[in-house]
């Protein structure tokens, strides 16, 4: 921390002041329970006439005291960090002084945590301890099914996923459907492997390429593709 002081004060001669030849500052301080004391001193040399060869020694002293911030004592310093003075009348000058107050400020415990602890030492009234059980109860409440609810989630997305898992890996499904006579039907949905083509799989299948062109598009067949194919009852 670091805090400007100004001083400002008139000072009486006891002759006529015509010239101030040289002039300084200094000062003292004692840090006490909650306030500096010190003292400023003001000394220097002067001419009472212009002509005059002749200087005369003079020095003020000017006592101050300063509250103490929320500092630490052990930290704190005073130096001066400006002066100047104007000539104002005769037999008087007016000083303007500055004085540079440093230290580190005092450790505070935050305003709100203070708080919480003096209402923490004030005792519950009864009704105060039953609205706070029940608001315990219910929030304790809410967390669980809260957390009932996000654990069933990931267990509806595991399911899902398995089931997709399977349509994608298997290699060959079977389609029941009706024929144009009433009969029940079945066929094969073969996925379409890498070196495979219409020859083999009508091998794999015992059926022919006319009847694979009646289900399917067998042009370009690549890895990947989907082949319906109808189960040879002769086989």
Known sequence: MKSIIPFTKELDFSTKLSEITSISLEREFEVKETTIE???????????????ANVLPFSFKIPFSIEIPEIKKDTITL???????????????KVNIELELCGDLEEREPLEEKEQEEERSEPFS???????????????KEEESHIEIIEEEPEKEVVIEEQE??????????????????EFATYHIHIVKDGENIETICTMYNSNVNILQEYNDIGNLTPGDKLIIPENDES
């Open 79 to 93: 130096e001066i960090s400006d002066f100047a003075y104007d000539i104002m009348e005769e037999n008087k000058i």
């Open 126 to 140: 009864s009704e105060e301890l039953l609205e706070f059980v029940e608001n315990h109860d219910t929030e304790e």
């Open 165 to 182: 898992k399977e349509e994608v890996q298997s290699d060959e499904v079977l389609l029941h459907g009706m024929t144009d006579e009433n």
């Open 38 to 52: 010190g003292n400023l001193f003001v000394t220097g040399e002067y001419k009472s006439h212009e002509v005059s």
